[in-house]
């Protein structure tokens, strides 16, 4: 699902897309001694929530009614170039900064038809609210939810920039996995490369790689973002959270060593698998030439004796057939040990390759 703006437009030009889902709104405000969590139709109702608890956590999923995401932004003051990079969503992953808020753009794994792709996480940092937008239901922050819930860790007794961690936190750790089933995937691809070189392999090889060209794009700008929010020095970002951003920060760069690490893998598995199958054609060419080699000789002994002249004594002779066929016999077993000898046949590493080896160095 994508949007486009055309050409030329006026910054802050709010465009949908028509088949984008139409949003539904969820509320959690909690705090030490409270917790609500409930959907809501009417985005007016945002209003009775905001800023009566500590922290409030407003999700949008869908972006396919402007009316509503207009409504939002005038609720939480919204600047108009944020509201429109919301909707666009084809932003890479950043950091900006306007006068009451932060504006934090991630990347989320998702599995679009069976292939691996990412949507769009937009989140606005307040002093006491978290307001995030997603492109259709469903994401990896049942967790924070539960954990705010259930009054699990030191959620409910901070404010709405360590909310802002956890959500980025949830996001970055949500890449393991799928790296975990990368690496499983490539080792399997890696053992079999060199058994069984079939095209399948390779093609195995190039969707791993363009999985970890997608991870690359989503994590590597994120880096940056993540980098801003630990070492920046925006007010609603406390130094307490910082550190923790700083914990986040790291988990973006081990993402990255691991992508980096299996996308040399996966070109080495691709040189193996060129080499592995190189290999195997120079195997079937050399046993074909030999065969072709063989036959010769043969070729040229039969071709002597089919001339059809008068003058042949051979032909006129007795024993000629079977001295004609031990002399073919005789040929093909003198060029068999002398490509042994060299060799050329039989399996690597035999006595004959080490003599053939000695004879050279003699000389």
């Not at 139409?22 to 409930?38: E, L, N, Q, S, W």
């Not at 606005?124 to 609210?129: A, C, Q, R, S």
């Not at 490509?339 to 000389?363: L, V």
Request: glycine share 6%; proline share 6%.
């Amino acid at each position: 699902m994508s949007s486009s703006v055309p050409p030329h437009s006026p910054p802050g030009t709010l465009t949908v897309d028509p088949e984008a889902l139409k949003p539904t709104i969820r509320i959690i405000a909690y705090g030490p001694d409270a917790f609500v969590d409930h959907p809501i139709e009417d985005p007016h109702q945002i209003k009775e929530c905001l800023h009566k608890y500590p922290v409030t956590w407003v999700n949008v999923d869908g972006l396919g009614d402007l009316e509503t995401l207009k409504v939002i932004g005038e609720i939480f003051g919204l600047h108009r170039l944020a509201l429109e990079d919301v909707v666009h969503v084809r932003q890479r992953p950043k950091v900006d900064e306007y006068e009451n808020q932060l504006y934090i753009v991630a990347r989320m794994i998702d599995q679009l038809n069976g292939r691996l792709a990412t949507d769009q996480l937009s989140m606005f940092l307040g002093k006491d609210y978290v307001l995030t937008f997603q492109q259709r239901p469903g994401d990896c922050l049942d967790a924070i939810r539960l954990h705010a819930k259930e009054k699990r860790g030191r959620i409910r007794d901070a404010g709405a920039d360590y909310l802002a961690y956890a959500i980025l936190d949830a996001v970055v750790d949500e890449y393991f996995p799928v790296l975990e089933a990368d690496g499983d995937r490539l080792e399997d691809l890696e053992d079999n490369v060199l058994i069984r070189p079939e095209t399948t392999l390779a093609r195995q090889v190039h969707e791993t790689k363009r999985d970890l060209l997608v991870l690359r794009r989503a994590i590597w700008p994120l880096r940056e973002a993540v980098s801003v929010l630990q070492r920046g020095t925006s007010p609603l970002i406390t130094n307490e959270t910082r550190f923790y951003f700083r914990d986040c920060y790291d988990h973006t760069i081990q993402v990255l060593d691991l992508i980096e690490i299996y996308r040399e893998l996966c070109s080495g598995l691709i040189e193996m698998y060129m080499t592995a199958v190189s290999h195997r054609m120079n195997e079937i060419i050399k046993v074909l030439t030999i065969i072709s080699t063989l036959f010769i000789p043969l070729t040229f002994i039969v071709g002597l004796y089919g001339m059809n002249f008068d003058f042949m004594p051979e032909l006129h002779w007795r024993w000629g057939y079977p001295v004609v066929l031990m002399l073919m016999a005789g040929v093909t077993l003198c060029m068999l040990f002398f490509f042994w000898r060299k060799g050329w046949i039989g399996p690597a590493g035999t006595p004959a390759a080490g003599r053939d080896a000695s004879d050279h160095e003699s000389s």
